[in-house]
Structure formats: C-alpha cells, structure tokens
C-alpha cells in the first residue's frame, strides 16, 4: 500500500460508519484523521480538497482506528481524548464519556460559586467520572475549593490524570455515600451527574451499552437509587442555603423534584437543556 488520498479515505470510511448506523459519520471520519494528522477538523476539510496524501503508516492507523469505530467503539475512546468546555480529558475503557448536556448543567454551579460572597467557597462532584464536572468549576472558578469522589478504580486511574493535568482540586477513590465527612454543613455548592437508568431499559446505542461502565448508568430498579443517596450526602455536607444540583433524565424531572421536597430541600427548580428537556434539578438546603 503506497500514499492514498485523504479524501478518498475519509469518505470510504464515512460510507462504512454510516452501514454501522453512526449518525455522524462523516464527521466521526474527519476527526480521525484529524486526530491521525494532528490537524483540526477545518484543516483536514481543507486538506481534502487539495488532494493530501497519507503515507502508508499514517493509512494503516486510520484503517485500524476505522475497523474499530466501525464495532461502535466511541470516537473518544480510540483518541483518548473527551472535549468538555475549555478542558481536554483523558478518557477510555472503565470512565463514562462527559456529555454536552452536562455542560450546561454544570453551568449553574459555576454561576453559584462566581456569586458567591465567600472568599474560597467549597464545592463537591459526588460520582466525578473522568473529573469533567470537578475540573470545569475549578479551571473556571479561581477562588473555589474543589473536592471530588469516584467509587470505580477502572475509572479512577483516568479521574487521577485529569485531576493531574489540571492540578489543585482534590479527589478521592470512594463511595460518595460516606465521602468528605470533615467537609459536613460547611460545603456552597455539591453537584452530581449520578447514574440514573433504570436496570431494565439498557440503552439503544452501543457506544453506551457495550462501552460505558454499568456503574456510570444504572441506578436500580427506578433509576433513582443514586439520586437519594446524593440527595442524602448533599443534605450532611452543604451549609444551610447551599446549593444542590443534580443532572437526570428528561422523564425523572418531577420524581426528582419530590424526593428532595421530602429530603427537606426548598426553593427546588428544573432546568432545561439546550433541546428544552429538562434535565436537572437545583434546590437549596433549608
Ligand atoms: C453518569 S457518570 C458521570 C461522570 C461525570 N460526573 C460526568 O458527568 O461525566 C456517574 C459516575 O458516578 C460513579 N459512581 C457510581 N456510584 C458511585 C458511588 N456510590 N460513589 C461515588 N461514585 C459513584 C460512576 O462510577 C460514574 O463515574
């Protein structure tokens, strides 16, 4: 196999995602290369009008990075690399990958912290995954004491590089339930993307279903199981006034709204993601 032409590779592999059922399968196809190349995803468009060529290693790493997106492996995972607002993250096997809708929940706890009157504020990430949640307030908020739990040593060994990457946050390797007892009525903000699938509606993609850890998605038979422990764990660590925000499913809002009414937690309100789902639930400790 000598040189071949990007575009005639992008596109063949594009065809092939698209039989595979990837929705964004040209894109997917372009960012390969991108990521191969070390080119943006504009240059590569350009790239591949302008008739560039691979050399025969750069043609057998797509091939094999192709065959695997093609099993439905996610894109993030053969890069290595997960995008969450201005950070890059290590992510693979074990670690669930951080979600654009997350992105904008984690928005109002930044805003929290950003209004705060207190000169370090403490803020909690219970479930903190690949630390997409942690490490956007703490790049985000300078003045914020970030702390963060994760109960799964898969995902810890990615948890710990990130927190590395984007040092002065602290973390943990435990369970959320028991976590940060030295931190109990003094935290401003705790947040959480828990798991919350029920056990029996396994999701349709397989990105999710064969390569997100069950540990990330399924929380019991009504998929609340997390969410009362975080509604528990959020009533012992904040401050009275503080802030809870949990993200959850857009049929859960009002099943949330309940539980932290009856965890004794007021001003509760649902948000809205960016389709106009509601998706998470913020309410203060009274
Ligand atoms: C849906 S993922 C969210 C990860 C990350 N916060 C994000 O938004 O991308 C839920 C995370 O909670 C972790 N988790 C599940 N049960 C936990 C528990 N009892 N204590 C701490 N973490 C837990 C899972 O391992 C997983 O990393």
């Not at 919350?196 to 998605?217: G, N, R, S, T």
């Not at 009533?235 to 049929?251: F, K, M, P, Y």
């Amino acid at each position: 196999m000598g040189e071949v032409l990007l575009r005639d590779v992008v596109s063949h592999a594009a065809e092939k995602f698209a039989s595979a059922g990837i929705e964004a399968a040209q894109v997917d196809a372009e960012l390969i290369a991108a990521h191969i190349l070390s080119f943006s995803r504009g240059e590569v468009q350009a790239a591949m009008q302008t008739g560039f060529t691979l050399n025969e290693d750069q043609a057998k790493t797509f091939a094999e990075f192709g065959a695997r997106r093609f099993t439905r492996e996610p894109l993030q995972h053969i890069t290595g690399f997960a995008y969450f607002r201005q950070l890059q993250l290590s992510v693979g096997r074990g670690v669930f990958v951080p979600r654009p809708e997350t992105e904008t929940v984690v928005q109002i706890a930044i805003d929290e912290l950003r209004a705060s009157q207190l000169a370090s504020p403490i803020a909690v990430d219970l479930g903190t995954g690949s630390g997409a949640i942690a490490l956007a307030m703490h790049t985000e908020v300078a003045k914020a004491q970030v702390h963060a739990v994760e109960l799964s040593p898969d995902a810890f060994a990615y948890t710990s590089a990130n927190f590395e990457r984007y040092p002065g946050a602290n973390l943990v390797l435990g369970d959320m339930a028991d976590a940060f007892n030295s931190l109990n009525g003094s935290v401003s903000v705790v947040i959480s993307n828990p798991p919350y699938i029920p056990v029996d509606m396994v999701p349709i993609d397989p990105e999710v279903h064969l390569f997100d850890p069950k540990l990330a998605l399924y929380g019991g038979d009504d998929g609340l199981d997390l969410i009362r422990v975080v509604a528990a764990t959020a009533s012992r660590l904040l401050v009275d006034g503080g802030l809870l925000v949990i993200e959850h499913a857009d049929t859960q809002s009002a099943a949330v709204c309940e539980l932290l009414l009856a965890e004794g937690f007021d001003r509760v309100e649902a948000h809205k993601d960016l389709t106009g789902s509601d998706r998470a639930v913020s309410a203060r400790k009274s």
